[in-house]
């Protein structure tokens, strides 16, 4: 599966971002899907999965501002980030996981400032 990831950028805190993650698989069949996130200095962390049978979880701190979602039409999965924080700032990376096996996309910056 390859993932292409895009859609970060630098915005004020307070402000919205959509990330978008195009899958060269139908998405829908891929049993998991997440976004991870990688900040300077600091280990990879999820922020959020859909999982068959298991639904979506986020990271406590992204409750309430990020959704997931699957658009099974474009094979495309998305986060929407509202109410970003400084804290926020990261590379995102979407994320597919199919048995043992894991696919990454390259990753898409984002950053914001107070």
């Known amino acids: 599966v390859q993932l292409q990831a895009s859609g970060g950028g630098l915005v004020q805190a307070g402000e919205s971002l959509r990330l978008s993650c195009v899958a060269s698989?139908?998405?829908?069949?891929?049993?998991?899907v997440a976004w991870y996130r990688q900040a300077p200095g600091k280990q990879r962390e999820l922020v959020a999965s859909?999982?068959?049978?298991?639904?979506?979880d986020y990271a406590d701190s992204v409750k309430g501002r990020f959704t997931i979602s699957r658009d099974n039409v474009k094979n495309t999965l998305v986060l929407q980030m509202n109410n970003l924080r400084p804290e926020d700032t990261a590379v995102y990376y979407c994320?597919?996981?199919?048995?043992?096996?894991?696919?990454w996309g390259q990753g898409t910056l984002v950053t914001v400032f107070s």
């Open positions: 994320n597919a996981q199919r048995g043992n096996l894991n696919y």
């Open positions: 698989a139908s998405i829908h069949t891929i049993p998991v």
């Open positions: 859909i999982g068959h049978g298991i639904g979506i």
